[in-house]
C-alpha cells in the first residue's frame, strides 16, 4: 500500500518513524515550506522534513494546498492511503485523493475536544483521561467517523509538554495499527454522532496570546490548571513590577482559612519563595521567565530581584 504522509512538528515525526519501523511504504511527505525563524531569522526545516530526508524520503512542500502544480505532483505518487499528523486542514480535492481515504491522528478521544490545542485544553480543563483518535477526514474540521481510539491518564502534575509527549508515542501506536487495519480492509468505521451528543461536547480552539493571562481571581486549582496546561509553551503570564511573567511550573496551596489577601498579590520572603494570591489560596511559583531574562528557578530568580 502507497503512503503520503502529512506532518510537521516532532509529534508527528514519531508517527512517521513508526510506520518506517512497521515496514510500512511511505512514498512522499507534505509538511511546511522553510521559513526563518530565530533572532538570525536563518531558514529552518520542520521536523518532519529534517526526519524524512535522513530517511530519503522525497518531500514536498506547497505554500498552497490547491496549487494546481502540487495537485499534480502529489497525484503523481499513486497514493492509495494518505496519513495526517499535526499538519494543516485539507480541501477536499487532496483529502480525497487516495482510494482509502485519508486518515488523521488527533490528540483527544473524539468527539471531545476538537480543534487546534486538545493537549493543552484538557488539562486546562482539569480532566483525569484524554487520549488519542485515528479518523477518516471529511468536511467539516475532526468530525469524520473514528477508526480507532485510546485513552491515556492525566496525571495531577502533567503539563501539556508532558502530555504531549505521552500521546505522541501513544499516537504513533494507534496509527500504526490503524493503517494495518486498512490495509488488510479490517477496519470498522464509527460516525462520532453514535458516541455523543453535539449539544455537550468540549471544543479545544487555537490558544492566542491574549488567552494565556493569568486570572488570579479564581480557585487556585483552576489557575493551577490553567498554568500547567499552557507549559511549555504558549505559556501563562501574569504581570510583576510592570513587566511579564511567564510561569512553567508551581504548586497549587490551598488556604485553610479565608484568604485576607487580594488576588494577583504577592507572598514572599526574597529568597526561597514568590507566592501569588488566587481566589482561595496561592500558586507558589517553582520556575518562571521575566521580560529579557531567562528561564529560571525561583531560587535563582529571586537573588537578582528587589522588591519595595
Request: aromatic content about 8%.
Amino acid at each position: 500500500m502507497r503512503i503520503i504522509f502529512m506532518g510537521t512538528p516532532e509529534f508527528a515525526v514519531a508517527s512517521l518513524a513508526a510506520l518506517l519501523k512497521a515496514g510500512e511504504n511511505v512514498v512522499a511527505v507534505v509538511t511546511v515550506a522553510d521559513k526563518p525563524a530565530g533572532r538570525g531569522q536563518k531558514i529552518q526545516e520542520s521536523a518532519v522534513k529534517k526526519f524524512a530526508l535522513s530517511k530519503g524520503i522525497p518531500v514536498l512542500q506547497p505554500d498552497k494546498l490547491k496549487d494546481p502544480n502540487f495537485i499534480q505532483a502529489l497525484a503523481a505518487y499513486q497514493a492509495d492511503l494518505q496519513v495526517v499528523v499535526a499538519f494543516r486542514m485539507l480541501p477536499e480535492i487532496i483529502w480525497n485523493m487516495p482510494s482509502k481515504g485519508t486518515v488523521n491522528l488527533h490528540a483527544s478521544l473524539l468527539p471531545e475536544y476538537r480543534g487546534a490545542a486538545p493537549i493543552n485544553h484538557a488539562i486546562m480543563n482539569g480532566e483525569a483521561e484524554t487520549g488519542v483518535t485515528t479518523f477518516l477526514l471529511q468536511h467539516q474540521i475532526d468530525t469524520g467517523n473514528i477508526l480507532l481510539r485510546e485513552k491515556v491518564a492525566i496525571e495531577a502534575n502533567d503539563t501539556a509538554g508532558d502530555l504531549h509527549d505521552k500521546l505522541m508515542l501513544v499516537g504513533a501506536e494507534l496509527l500504526v495499527k490503524t493503517v494495518q487495519l486498512i490495509k488488510a480492509d479490517e477496519h470498522r468505521e464509527i460516525p462520532q454522532a453514535t458516541i455523543a451528543n453535539e449539544q455537550g461536547l468540549k471544543h479545544a480552539p487555537k490558544i492566542f496570546k491574549d488567552d494565556c493571562k493569568i486570572q488570579w481571581n479564581k480557585p487556585v486549582e483552576e489557575v493551577y490548571n490553567f498554568i500547567r496546561g499552557l507549559s511549555p509553551y504558549p505559556t501563562a503570564f501574569t504581570t510583576f513590577q510592570q513587566k511579564t511573567l511567564k510561569i512553567f511550573a508551581c504548586r497549587p496551596l490551598k488556604e485553610l482559612e479565608p484568604l485576607k489577601d487580594e488576588p494577583g498579590s504577592t507572598l514572599t520572603d526574597g529568597k526561597h519563595y514568590l507566592r501569588f494570591a488566587t481566589q482561595d489560596g496561592y500558586i507558589d511559583v517553582l520556575e518562571l521567565q521575566l521580560e529579557g531574562k531567562k528561564r529560571m528557578s525561583m531560587e535563582e530568580f529571586l537573588r537578582g530581584v528587589r522588591f519595595d
